[in-house]
C-alpha cells in the first residue's frame, strides 16, 4: 500500500504565509512527478504546481511568483510554499504523486486526502 499524507493547511489573513507538505509512505521504489491541485467550492480542480523527479517546476499562473514547490527525494515529501496568500486562494488542496512501487512495475497516481486552506481576514 502507498499513502500521501498532506499537512499544514489552515486559516490564514490575506497577505500571510502557508508552508503546505505531503509524505508519501508505504512500499515504494521511485517517485516520478509529484504535483498539488486545488478545488474551491463550485469548481472543478486545477492543477497548482508540478515537479520532476530532476527538480523541473511548472506554476499555474495565478500562482506564479507567490508559491513554491520543492521536494526531498530523501524523505518522499513534496512541500509548496505559499506567500502573499489571496482570498482566491481558498481552496481545498491535493497533492499527488506518480509512484513505481517494484522496479519492474509502472508507475501509478496516488492521491492526498486534501487539507483545507482558507485566506480571510
Known amino acids: 500500500q502507498v499513502q500521501l499524507v498532506e499537512s499544514g493547511g489552515g486559516l490564514v489573513q490575506p497577505g500571510g504565509s502557508l508552508r503546505l507538505s505531503c509524505a508519501a509512505s508505504g512500499t515504494i521504489f521511485n517517485i516520478n512527478g509529484m504535483g498539488w491541485y486545488r478545488q474551491a467550492p463550485g469548481k472543478q480542480r486545477e492543477l497548482v504546481a508540478t515537479?520532476?523527479?530532476?527538480?523541473?517546476?511548472n506554476y499555474e499562473d495565478s500562482v506564479k511568483g507567490r508559491f513554491t514547490i520543492s521536494r526531498d527525494n530523501a524523505k518522499n515529501t513534496v512541500y509548496l510554499q505559499m506567500n502573499s496568500l489571496k482570498p482566491e486562494d481558498t481552496a481545498v488542496y491535493y497533492c499527488?504523486?506518480?509512484?513505481?512501487?517494484?522496479?519492474?512495475?509502472?508507475?501509478?497516481?496516488?492521491w492526498g486526502q486534501g487539507t483545507q486552506v482558507t485566506v480571510s481576514s
Open positions: 499527488n504523486a506518480d509512484i513505481r512501487r517494484r522496479s519492474y512495475q509502472s508507475a501509478n497516481r496516488y
Open positions: 515537479i520532476t523527479s530532476s527538480g523541473t517546476t
